[in-house]
Structures are given as structure tokens and as C-alpha cells.
């Protein structure tokens, strides 16, 4: 149980970002720990799964599975690709905008 605590510690803090800061960098930094929160999480669930390697040895019956290292990675580049597109948006909202607060771009 200990083990879960500091990833739902990374996603509260993130959502706190994401709710109450103002500035749209700040929003953009939150929603990527956000993601490294998540990831965070499933790293944790997955290793509880198995203790060796998946490759077939005799005697060994708790293989980790290499499912969920997949779809980890697969996540990571999913994020960083969203990322790097958001931080572009973003950028255009700024210089179009001349502002970095979010209400008074929505007021626009």
C-alpha cells in the first residue's frame, strides 16, 4: 500500500496545478506531471505483477509480464508527442493573445 502513495501524490499535486494556476506555461507543466503521475502509477501496479524476467528458464514460474511495459512506454511517447503539440498551441495562443493569464484569454 506504501508503494501507491507517492504516484496519487504526484496526480493530486498536478491536479491542484491544473485547477488553481493561472498561467497557461503552468497549466501546460501540470497537465505533463499529470502524465508522469499516471505512468508513475502504472510502473507501480505493474511490478507487482512477477519477479523475473520473461524469458523461459526452467524452475521459474513468476514472469513479469511484458505487456504493460509496452503500453507504458507506448504512453510516454504518446505524452511527450501531446506535449510538445501543446507547448505550440500555446505558444501561438501567447503571441497572438499578448497574454499568459487563462481568464483573461477566455474573456477574449
Same mark, same amino acid.
Given at each position: 500500500m506504501v508503494d501507491f502513495i507517492p504516484?496519487?501524490?504526484i496526480i493530486l499535486l498536478?491536479?491542484?496545478?491544473?485547477l488553481f494556476k493561472r498561467h497557461i506555461i503552468s497549466k501546460v507543466i501540470a497537465l505533463d506531471v499529470l502524465?508522469?503521475?499516471v505512468v508513475y502509477l502504472f510502473v507501480v501496479i505493474a511490478s507487482k505483477a512477477? =519477479?523475473?524476467y520473461p524469458i523461459k528458464t526452467e524452475g521459474v514460474k513468476n514472469y513479469a509480464d511484458p505487456f504493460p511495459q509496452a503500453v507504458i512506454i507506448t504512453s510516454i511517447v504518446i505524452?511527450?508527442?501531446t506535449l510538445s503539440l501543446l507547448l505550440m498551441i500555446s505558444m501561438l495562443v501567447? =503571441?497572438?493573445?499578448k497574454k499568459t493569464d487563462?481568464?483573461?484569454i477566455e474573456k477574449d
Open positions: 504516484p496519487f501524490v498536478s491536479i491542484y496545478g491544473l502524465n508522469t503521475g512477477g =519477479e523475473y505524452g511527450f508527442a501567447v =503571441e497572438k493573445k487563462i481568464v483573461k
